[in-house]
């Protein structure tokens, strides 16, 4: 359902796309004609302004008048000097010429359709890519039933899945990568560019013409935006301009965005900023203030979809001797021959990235949860708060501070003395004894209580009617280390046997076992520590090997 949902909306945005992409490539076959403008100006609509026209032609001894500017319509400007270019190019009175169509000749057009119109179709074809290419994968290459109890998986064809799934996998995040770029290059970065470059506009005095709070209906809910409309002369002549700051857009909360209006009557005088290389472009208001924390929001979709782009595409075989494509290596890895050497084992999670981790997660969604704290703070200082918004948000905020908080709780852990464990038997099979050595650098006398724990882990992944459910078990579990002296984490040994009768460290698409060390101290009035390092363990040798 998911990959079809992709699907159909990329399918029905093609569509729409290709249907304009056909009037404006229709227009280009229709006939010159000589006409002249009997009107111009630009008109108030919803959602910004329009340069609106009507012109009259001779064709064929009749004539004829249109108020059609191109195909598909007139574009809806946010600011009303775009909308003042586009008036400036067919001034009242003017000969020009106009594009009649010969099948209806009541149909003409001062411009004709662009053929790079065609383009804009290749965006949604993205999704069509993505909602098929995932469509078709799970469909063919995921198992439709699920029987209960063990059942054999051709690792041929298991191998073929996860490769398949992972191109799928990578895809769908670089989706997100994209996306996030597109948002972020498009809509973003050239209003904070051009809040950076306004420090060297011109401040000119200006009047302000009209003033309103402009709402827009969606399925959503009713979204307003600030719309203040004001003349300013530089150079000798004379400019409009309707726009406020450089990232602009509806949302939700009223009150706030009537307070910016009430501030700037229809009639009063204030100053704004004008682009002296382009003085018909100007602005109110030349910081972004909160606004700037818009530039996370597709930060955190480009870091998501490479993040997650790149882990799907790894290509390294793992601690278990699995490959990349996920399959497990066959029985032969019995034979692997013993060569007994040092390993120095890695923490599951290091500290960095658990600081990293946070930093981004609570960047993120503080970023999101600011932009309405903002609406409600500036709906409070208006004197109009919002209660209902006010207490929906509270939770949210209280979640932001928790993850402002861990950023400290992690930064903090790192302080704490770092333990290095090196496996002195490698590589290790069932049966086996083994010696662990550890050496720890810092203040261990911060430390109490320090455990090393052996344990194996079992999880297995099954469906049962529609559900799918995952079930862990720990099959085995044994203290290795449990001393109250400080000094013994500074440097120590110890030794163990992985038992004879257990099962060897593995991982699968429904099936895992995992074999681990977990190294935890208690650190009064600090962090605890505590690390987790997953060993490898490898199945019996064979008997023909051993002799």
Known sequence: L???????????????????????????????????????????????????????????????????LKPGGPDVEKNVSKADAVAAQYPEGAKTVCFVNPVNPAEAVLMRGSLLFGLMALFPMVFVVIGGGLFYGIWFYAPKTQISGPRTISLTAQAARRKTQKRLLSGFFLLFFFAGLGVGYFLILPGILKSLDSKNWAETPCAILESRVQSHSGDDGTTYSIDILYAYEYAGRKYRSSQYEFISGSSSGYDAK???????????KTVCYVNPKNPGEAVLKRELGAKAFLALFPLAFMLVGLTGAIAASRNKTDNYGRRSNGSPMTASSSLIPRINGQAVLKPKTSTAGKIVASVVVSVFWNGIVSVFVHDVFQGWRAGH???VLTVFLIPFVLIGLALIGSIF??????????????????PLRLGDKARIQWTTSGNVYKIQNFTLTLAGDESARYRQ????????????????????????????????????????????????????LTLHCDAPMWPDLKEEFEI????????????
């Open 536 to 547: 490898n363990v490898l199945p019996l040798e064979m008997e023909s090997r051993r002799k």
């Open 385 to 387: 708060p919002d209660y």
């Open 2 to 68: 998911f990959a079809l949902m992709f699907l159909g909306m990329g399918l029905l945005f093609t569509g729409f796309f290709l249907k304009l992409a056909q009037v404006h490539y229709a227009s280009r076959s229709w006939e010159k004609t000589p006409c002249v403008i009997t009107e111009s100006r630009v008109d108030t609509v919803s959602g910004g302004y329009a340069a609106s026209f009507a012109y009259a032609y001779h064709w064929r001894g009749k004539i004829y008048y249109s108020r059609q």
């Open 258 to 268: 009537a307070e910016v209006v009430k501030r700037h009557p229809a009639g009063a």
């Open 465 to 516: 009617g529609k559900d799918t459910r995952t079930e862990s078990h720990q099959f085995y579990n044994q203290t290795l280390v449990n001393s109250a002296q400080p000094e013994h984490l500074r440097k120590g040994e110890t030794a163990f046997q992985i038992p004879t009768a257990s099962m060897h460290s593995f991982k699968s698409a429904h099936n895992a076992i995992v074999w681990k």
């Open 409 to 426: 709780y992690f930064f903090l852990a790192s302080l704490n003395p770092r333990p290095v464990l090196t496996l002195l038997t490698n």
